[in-house]
């Protein structure tokens, strides 16, 4: 079965600083994708940014990054000029293939101050 | 910009008792979850749903959950007995295709006394 791990409960950043936030998973798969979803207090899932294995690059979206180590098996998100509207809870996702459930890692809470 | 709704958005009920959560999934998707989350933690997978049958479904989702596309625009999820532990956030998603992203409703919070 596939696993996702976010080893890291609570990250605090400072606006207008950089921040990342670590996720590994578990797979047999070679066929599948990576997410990152943001869960403000309103606990609405708004995805993030997201990563297909097959490609070597590394997702962007505006400030936000990923570094994505396939034999590593490691996904983590950079936000870049971190920003209020940026405090939310993050959660790491995983995807067999293109059409079936998303695996969720336990989220990183993540806070920015002034 | 089209979006998964989600009705009602609190639901309180009494252990026991049958609940049916309610989703419109965006008009031309075609793949349809549900997922919980119980306050504090992970976002869980229930049930995935295609042409008109269920595709997979967790070991949460036993014979009290049940799915439903009724009428082609609705997705509804029944809960046939509700129990304490039942109450969580329940969200529903939607997906166009093979290669799509999922998009999540709001959510309707499920409170059981």
């Known amino acids: 079965a596939q696993t996702v791990t976010q080893s890291q409960p609570e990250m605090s950043v400072q606006e207008a600083e950089t921040v990342t936030l670590s996720c590994t998973y578990d797979?047999?798969?070679?066929?599948?994708?990576l997410f990152w979803y943001k869960q403000p207090p309103s606990r609405q899932m708004i995805l993030v940014i997201r990563?297909?294995?097959?490609?070597?690059q590394n997702a962007t979206e505006n400030r936000f990054s990923v570094n994505f180590q396939k034999a590593a098996k490691s996904f983590s998100l950079k936000i870049s000029d971190s920003q209020l509207g940026d405090a939310a809870m993050y959660f790491c996702a995983y995807r067999r293939g293109t059409a079936s459930k998303l695996t969720f890692g336990t989220g990183t809470r993540l806070q920015v101050t002034l | 910009e089209p979006e998964v709704t989600q009705t009602p958005s609190h639901q309180v009920t009494q252990m026991g008792q049958e609940v049916i959560l309610r989703c419109v999934p965006i008009s031309n998707h075609l793949y349809f979850y549900w997922y919980r989350q119980i306050l504090g933690q992970k976002v869980e997978f229930l049930v995935s749903f295609y042409n008109n049958e269920i595709s997979e479904k967790s070991e949460i989702f036993d014979d009290q959950f049940s799915v439903e596309r009724p009428d082609g625009s609705n997705f509804t999820l029944k809960i046939r007995s509700t129990k304490l532990e039942d109450s969580a956030m329940y969200f529903c998603?939607?997906?166009?295709?093979?290669?799509?992203?999922?998009?999540f409703g709001p959510g309707t919070r499920l409170t059981v006394t």
């Open positions: 990563q297909e294995a097959y490609k070597q």
């Open positions: 797979t047999s798969e070679s066929d599948y994708y």
């Open positions: 998603a939607s997906l166009q295709g093979e290669d799509y992203e999922q998009y």
